[in-house]
């Protein structure tokens, strides 16, 4: 018989994963910018995201990042939701 997944660990576990990423990304944009377009343009092939470059503030950063955790929070808990429910 497999274990359920406790939602909270799980939403908890990707929100954490997911704002250390967002926060890193953004401090990569705010010291180097045109070395990070380049690797995300080597990431997402063939896509030219310089085009869509902007400056970044410090505020813009914590927003964002705030934001991912919360899309996090409920994207992990809906997954383990759903895989208690199906499996």
């Known amino acids: ?14 929100a ?3 704002g250390i990423i967002s ?5 990569l944009i705010a010291i180097t910018p045109q070395a990070t377009v380049k690797l995300f343009g ?3 092939h063939g896509i030219d995201i ?5 400056s970044v503030t410090f505020g813009g950063i914590i927003l964002g990042t ?4 919360i899309i996090a929070l409920i994207a992990g808990w809906l997954f383990a939701v759903t895989y208690n429910r199906i499996r």
């Open 1 to 14: 018989m497999t274990e359920k997944l406790s939602a909270k660990r799980v939403s908890l576990s990707l």
């Open 50 to 54: 310089s085009q869509i470059e902007k």
């Open 23 to 27: 926060l890193i990304c953004g401090l």
């Open 42 to 44: 080597a990431i997402f």
């Open 66 to 69: 705030i934001e991912i955790i």
């Open 16 to 18: 954490i994963v997911s």
